[in-house]
């Protein structure tokens, strides 16, 4: 089923990606862009995540790929996990800051499937935007996944990161890691090429 919903979400807004692609979508010899190096961190982070022996190491790689969207200026930076340090700590998000500072996502001209899938639409009130996902994260329940409704994949990746941080339960976190990197995957394509 995963995989399906991966292939519908790939196919609703990337073409084939681009011959010799590297992780980040950079064709071999280009140097991939900010938002590209940023979406490799988040596809690490996402990795260690999936892969964590335990729930500290789950709560850490979630807090990273979490601290790598939003930024210094976004809702839920910081060391969530409590251990003392900001994983992910970086100087701007992916995604625009609270006060409509552009993210990376949103530096230059972002061609369409970043505008759909990453941006997931206009930020005119970036503050309005990141309470939607804050509204979606507090309403989630195990029969009711709000993620869906938010347009931005990296938002939905914010999600999951969360409710990750808020477990203590390392087969949710991995499960949760698993949604995760269906979003992280569906934002570099948009990334890799797109046809639109």
Do not use: K
């Not at 505008?115 to 309470?131: H, I, K, Q, T, Y």
């Not at 499960?175 to 979003?183: I, K, P």
């Amino acid at each position: 089923m995963l995989s399906l919903l991966l292939v519908v979400a790939l196919a609703a807004c990337s073409g084939d990606p681009a011959p010799a692609a590297t992780a980040s979508g950079a064709a071999a010899g280009a140097t991939p862009t900010r938002a590209e190096q940023r979406l490799d961190a988040m596809s690490e982070a996402v990795a260690e995540w999936s892969a964590a022996a335990t729930i500290q190491e789950a709560h850490r790689a979630a807090e990273s790929a979490r601290n790598l969207v939003v930024g210094p200026g976004g809702p839920l930076y910081g060391d969530a996990d409590g251990d003392g340090t900001t994983g992910g700590e970086s100087d701007t998000g992916l995604l625009p800051a609270l006060d409509g500072s552009p993210g990376l996502a949103d530096a230059g001209e972002p061609n369409p499937c970043v505008e759909a899938d990453v941006l997931g639409g206009p930020w005119d009130d970036a503050r309005a935007r990141w309470d939607i996902m804050l509204t979606a994260i507090d309403e989630w329940a195990p029969d009711h996944n709000t993620f869906p409704s938010l347009p931005s994949h990296p938002q939905r990746v914010v999600g999951w990161a969360t409710l990750t941080l808020a477990s203590d339960d390392l087969d949710l976190a991995h499960e949760y890691a698993g949604h995760a990197r269906l979003h992280v995957d569906v934002s570099t394509a948009a990334y890799e090429g797109c046809d639109a």
